[in-house]
């Protein structure tokens, strides 16, 4: 059975470029392609799809707060951002609302191929240059041999971003550790505020990079 793919992108000729080349590829099939995400959480019901191209910039919503809502309604999808951008704040943004991979609109279409086949594997694609910046802020987050100690985590909430590199959910977490959904919320925004990042995938990067958990 194909892959069913949806695309988001606002440039009428090169989504219809995207919704051919896919088309013509063993395997795939576009079952949607839309120029903005305003309806996204609808479409995405309708669509169904295994998997998801998205812009950045486009009308009304961009394309990172389309990912976070379709990451409320389809987690497990995963969804490629496929942008002209490669500044670190869009990048980082994207990361934290749950994107699955980020490729530039330059990348050639045998690596733009081979990112969707990774991110269906259950990968995280990325173009050279993104991962670059990625692995540069790994190896920042490394200049500290015990992050632990410098941010004073304790070790509930310790335990509990180890339950979130599992990917747990907060009300997973909860459930886990037999506390309230708020307390496990107020945990996690008072581990983000001592670690000085804005989600959970920061975390997650900051305390894999130390292997403090």
Same mark, same amino acid.
Request: proline share 3%.
């Given at each position: 059975?194909?892959?069913?793919?949806?695309?988001?992108?606002?440039?009428?000729?090169?989504?219809?470029?995207? &919704?051919?080349?896919?088309?013509?590829?063993?395997?795939?099939?576009?079952?949607?392609?839309?120029?903005?995400?305003?309806?996204?959480?609808?479409?995405?019901?309708?669509?169904?799809?295994?998997? &998801?191209?998205?812009?950045?910039?486009?009308?009304?919503?961009?394309?990172?707060?389309?990912?976070?809502?379709?990451?409320?309604?389809?987690?497990?999808?995963?969804?490629?951002?496929?942008?002209?951008?490669?500044?670190?704040?869009?990048?980082?943004?994207?990361?934290?609302?749950?994107?699955?991979?980020?490729?530039?609109?330059?990348?050639?279409?045998?690596?733009?191929?081979?990112?969707?086949?990774?991110?269906?594997?259950?990968?995280?694609?990325?173009?050279?240059?993104?991962?670059?910046?990625?692995?540069?802020?790994?190896?920042?987050?490394?200049?500290?041999?015990?992050?632990?100690?410098?941010?004073?985590?304790?070790?509930?909430?310790?335990?509990?971003?180890?339950?979130?590199?599992?990917?747990?959910?907060?009300?997973?977490?909860?459930?886990?550790?037999?506390?309230?959904?708020?307390?496990?919320?107020?945990?996690?925004?008072?581990?983000?505020?001592?670690?000085?990042?804005?989600?959970?995938?920061?975390?997650?990067?900051?305390?894999?990079?130390?292997?403090?958990?």
């Amino acid at each position: 059975m194909d892959q069913k793919l949806v695309i988001y992108e606002d440039n009428e000729a090169l989504r219809n470029s995207l &919704v051919y080349l896919l088309n013509e590829q063993d395997g795939y099939k576009v079952v949607g392609d839309f120029n903005n995400v305003n309806d996204v959480k609808n479409q995405v019901r309708q669509c169904q799809p295994d998997l &998801v191209i998205m812009d950045i910039d486009m009308p009304g919503k961009d394309g990172i707060t389309g990912v976070e809502e379709i990451k409320e309604i389809r987690p497990e999808t995963p969804i490629i951002m496929y942008t002209q951008f490669e500044d670190d704040e869009r990048l980082f943004k994207s990361i934290c609302a749950g994107a699955d991979g980020y490729i530039l609109k330059k990348t050639s279409p045998e690596k733009f191929f081979d990112a969707i086949k990774e991110a269906l594997s259950g990968g995280a694609p990325m173009s050279p240059l993104i991962a670059k910046k990625v692995i540069n802020s790994f190896k920042a987050a490394k200049d500290n041999n015990n992050l632990q100690i410098k941010y004073d985590l304790t070790n509930r909430e310790a335990e509990i971003l180890h339950l979130l590199t599992k990917g747990y959910s907060v009300k997973l977490i909860a459930h886990e550790m037999c506390i309230a959904y708020d307390t496990a919320r107020s945990h996690l925004r008072n581990t983000y505020r001592k670690l000085h990042v804005n989600c959970g995938k920061e975390a997650i990067a900051i305390l894999l990079a130390s292997k403090i958990i």
